[in-house]
């Protein structure tokens, strides 16, 4: 069974930074747009971020001009950059793979999940 395993999270004050990871031994990583969201308790699974095969990125608006998604194929691994945290980006933070090539914000659209990280950003 193939899984997705993020790494990077922890505990930040606001104004700091965090870089998750996302380690997916998929031997066809290439072929696939990869997403980031994330989950609070109680709360519906958000989107944060996704990119192409290619490289295009797409954000949430509640992220953009602050976190930065990036993949390295031959490492196979997706990145998140999150810059300047504020508390409401407290969260579960899970990568995710996109069963279309479509640009989408859609979770329903990801078939491939992995257990999350979790990020606590502190007043």
């Known amino acids: 069974q193939v899984q997705l395993e993020e790494s990077g999270g922890g505990l930040v004050q606001a104004g700091g930074s965090l870089r998750l990871s996302c380690a997916a031994p998929?031997?066809?990583?290439?072929?696939?747009?990869m997403g980031w969201f994330r989950q609070t308790p109680g709360a519906e699974r958000e989107f944060v971020a996704t990119?192409?095969?290619?490289?295009?990125?797409f954000y949430g608006d509640s992220v953009k001009g602050r976190f930065t998604i990036s993949r390295d194929n031959a490492k196979t691994a997706l990145y998140l950059q999150m810059n300047n945290l504020k508390p409401e980006d407290t969260a579960v933070y899970f990568c995710?793979?996109?069963?279309?090539?479509?640009?989408?914000?859609?979770?329903?659209?990801?078939?491939?999940w992995g257990r999350g990280t979790q990020v606590t950003v502190s007043p």
């Open positions: 995710a793979r996109s069963r279309v090539m479509v640009r989408t914000a859609n979770r329903d659209s990801y078939d491939l």
């Open positions: 990119i192409s095969r290619g490289g295009d990125t």
């Open positions: 998929l031997r066809t990583f290439t072929s696939y747009r």
